[in-house]
């Protein structure tokens, strides 16, 4: 049986070119127009090969040597390197591999830590709190009674004299830090000492930051967090999934959080393929990767602040970058689509300073195909362009398509 990428798979043009174009179709919009959505990447055709390998057939609930079905030795293999890999990038004692996403990776750490009804403090929604940061759309909100926190409305940055005193007054069981658009660092050691001083775990969700951390671009959650929940598809550039590290005190009960209680079966070939971008994670050649991810998400957003739009906190320490493009004319949702239709790919975002909606951008994925600062100063002036109506829209549609021919995501 073939092992190789979907993408290269003949047998499926020959049995359903349907689908076969859909796919070939995919790969075309990814190659010809501009990743800049923050929590998107390229995988590796080695990533590619594991998730479409016949791993995908087996079933396996539990965990290597204690599984509810037969068969799994090669498996059980699979899933030790995968936690052992995770263990040694990320220097924790302890490692589930087994969420099937992001949003599975914080519903275990919730369900190893609480209970419902209880007091959690997480960032706001409006600030760049994620779903299950305590949105009434989602189960985290319906079961437990989350304290928002928020940002300078000035400065963008995280408020820590407001954190200190809400957790100071609604004693939360939880303190939640993690964002889906905050661009700065996040101080861990502030959350670990507020933490402490009034007996919460502190749970990190560096969904976003996790792939930075791996390479040595951002400061690591593990030392101060009780239980560090991520995904493994951001600048992580592995498979969609999760991930949850913790020490040896907690292992147990996060794994049974995971399986049984929020999930069935893992899928072995996405644990399989988190093991490679793991062992893609821990070279320098990722390092590399990792810092210039973050040079080039600030020169983008030197960029796009000279050309008038204001950036959030001024700046960036990581690969995203939120924006209000209002001072070019248009607003956040406005924006969004003038650029999709010039093949600028970008996501919407709140901003701290009242409703306003802006643009959310990340270098993860454009990086990842080898642009550099130089490209980033071109897009900058490109988006700019686009925002003011400037030239024809099938001219910048150009402009984006042959700056992404030269750098193209896969092997052709
Ligand atoms: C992306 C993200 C998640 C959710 O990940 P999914 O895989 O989409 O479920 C959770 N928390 C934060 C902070 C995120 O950025």
């Given at each position: 049986?073939?092992?190789?990428?979907?993408?290269?798979?003949?047998?499926?043009?020959?049995?359903?070119?349907?689908?076969?174009?859909?796919?070939?179709?995919?790969?075309?919009?990814?190659?010809?127009?501009?990743?800049?959505?923050a929590a998107e990447n390229f995988t590796s055709p080695a990533v590619l090969a594991a998730l479409g390998s016949p791993l995908a057939n087996k079933y396996a609930e539990g965990y290597p040597g204690s599984r509810y079905h037969g068969g799994c030795e090669m498996v059980d293999v699979a899933e030790r390197l995968a936690v052992e890999r995770a263990r040694d990038l990320f220097g924790a004692e302890h490692a589930n591999?087994?969420?099937?996403?992001?949003?599975?990776?914080?519903?275990?750490?919730?369900?190893?830590?609480?209970?419902?009804?209880?007091?959690?403090?997480?960032?706001?929604?409006?600030?760049?709190?994620?779903?299950?940061?305590?949105?009434?759309?989602?189960?985290?909100?319906?079961?437990?009674?989350?304290?928002?926190?928020?940002?300078?409305?000035?400065?963008?940055?995280?408020?820590?004299?407001?954190?200190?005193?809400?957790?100071?007054?609604?004693?939360?069981?939880?303190?939640?830090?993690?964002?889906?658009?905050?661009?700065?660092?996040?101080?861990?050691?502030?959350?670990?000492?507020?933490?402490?001083?009034v007996g919460a775990y502190l749970i990190a969700d560096a969904a976003h930051p996790i792939g930075l951390v791996a390479g040595g671009a951002a400061p690591s959650p593990v030392p101060y967090a009780d239980i560090v929940c991520a995904t493994t598809h951001k600048v992580l550039r592995g498979p969609r999934g999760g991930m949850l590290l913790c020490g040896s005190d907690l292992a147990e009960r996060v794994d049974r959080?995971?399986?049984?209680?929020?999930?069935?079966?893992?899928?072995?070939?996405?644990?399989?393929?988190?093991?490679?971008?793991?062992?893609?994670?821990?070279?320098?050649?990722?390092?590399?990767?990792?810092?210039?991810?973050?040079?080039?998400?600030?020169?983008?957003?030197?960029?796009?602040?000279?050309?008038?739009?204001?950036?959030?906190?001024?700046?960036?320490?990581?690969?995203?970058?939120?924006?209000?493009?209002?001072?070019?004319?248009?607003?956040?949702?406005?924006?969004?689509?003038?650029?999709?239709?010039?093949?600028?790919?970008?996501?919407?975002?709140?901003?701290?300073?009242?409703?306003?909606?802006?643009?959310?951008?990340?270098?993860?994925?454009?990086?990842?195909?080898?642009?550099?600062?130089?490209?980033?100063?071109?897009?900058?002036?490109?988006?700019?362009?686009?925002?003011?109506?400037?030239?024809?829209?099938?001219?910048?549609?150009?402009?984006?398509?042959?700056?992404?021919?030269?750098?193209?995501?896969?092997?052709?």
């Amino acid at each position: 049986m073939s092992v190789t990428h979907t993408l290269e798979a003949d047998v499926l043009r020959r049995q359903d070119p349907q689908l076969a174009d859909i796919l070939h179709g995919e790969l075309d919009r990814q190659s010809t127009t501009l990743q800049l959505i923050a929590a998107e990447n390229f995988t590796s055709p080695a990533v590619l090969a594991a998730l479409g390998s016949p791993l995908a057939n087996k079933y396996a609930e539990g965990y290597p040597g204690s599984r509810y079905h037969g068969g799994c030795e090669m498996v059980d293999v699979a899933e030790r390197l995968a936690v052992e890999r995770a263990r040694d990038l990320f220097g924790a004692e302890h490692a589930n591999v087994q969420s099937h996403s992001g949003s599975s990776a914080v519903l275990a750490a919730y369900a190893a830590l609480l209970r419902p009804g209880d007091t959690v403090l997480a960032l706001g929604l409006p600030y760049g709190g994620h779903l299950t940061h305590g949105s009434p759309a989602n189960f985290s909100g319906r079961w437990f009674d989350f304290v928002p926190y928020g940002v300078d409305a000035e400065t963008g940055l995280i408020d820590h004299d407001q954190v200190r005193t809400l957790a100071r007054t609604h004693r939360p069981k939880a303190i939640v830090c993690g964002s889906i658009a905050y661009p700065r660092h996040i101080d861990h050691a502030f959350f670990r000492e507020v933490a402490d001083e009034v007996g919460a775990y502190l749970i990190a969700d560096a969904a976003h930051p996790i792939g930075l951390v791996a390479g040595g671009a951002a400061p690591s959650p593990v030392p101060y967090a009780d239980i560090v929940c991520a995904t493994t598809h951001k600048v992580l550039r592995g498979p969609r999934g999760g991930m949850l590290l913790c020490g040896s005190d907690l292992a147990e009960r996060v794994d049974r959080a995971v399986f049984p209680f929020t999930q069935g079966g893992a899928q072995m070939h996405t644990v399989a393929a988190k093991a490679v971008a793991f062992g893609e994670a821990a070279t320098p050649a990722f390092a590399a990767y990792a810092h210039q991810v973050v040079a080039n998400a600030r020169t983008l957003a030197a960029g796009l602040a000279a050309q008038g739009l204001v950036v959030t906190t001024g700046g960036t320490d990581t690969h995203l970058i939120t924006a209000d493009p209002s001072p070019l004319g248009v607003d956040g949702r406005t924006a969004r689509l003038r650029l999709a239709a010039a093949g600028v790919v970008l996501d919407c975002c709140a901003l701290p300073h009242g409703d306003v909606r802006g643009l959310r951008l990340g270098t993860a994925a454009v990086t990842t195909q080898g642009m550099g600062e130089e490209e980033m100063v071109r897009v900058a002036a490109l988006i700019a362009r686009v925002l003011r109506g400037e030239g024809e829209s099938h001219t910048a549609r150009e402009e984006v398509r042959e700056l992404a021919g030269g750098f193209p995501p896969y092997p052709r």
